[in-house]
């Protein structure tokens, strides 16, 4: 059963920085692309970055590119978000999930943005 636990989310000033952290559990982890999505308040889920199983492909979307830097531990089974010149729009609630299911998730990690 894949279990994946969020940590690391708390409140950062604009222009601030903070590293998000997803534990994951239940599944060959070092063999699998794994996802940061995000959720704004009252918005839908939106994909934020992945990465490749060795950890040298990554993708971002455009509005984190050159801000945000995903990583990822494989030894450890563990997923990284570095979270750079936050902006206000950044604030949402913060997801890791496996390959491209993002029905499954947990608990999320909630990044506040204000000064």
């Known amino acids: 059963e894949v279990h994946l636990v969020e940590s690391g989310g708390g409140l950062v000033e604009p222009g601030g920085s903070l590293r998000l952290s997803c534990a994951a559990s239940?599944?060959?982890?070092?063999?699998?692309?794994m996802t940061w999505i995000r959720q704004p308040p009252g918005k839908a889920l939106e994909r934020v970055a992945n990465i490749a199983p060795g950890g040298m492909t990554t993708y971002y979307a455009d509005d984190v590119k050159g801000r945000f830097t995903i990583s990822r531990d494989n030894t450890k089974s563990m997923l990284y978000l570095n979270l750079r010149s936050v902006k206000s729009e950044d604030a949402a609630m913060y997801y890791c999930v496996k390959g491209t299911n993002w029905a499954i998730r947990g608990q999320g990690t909630q990044v506040t943005v204000s000064s």
């Open positions: 239940g599944f060959t982890f070092s063999a699998s692309y």
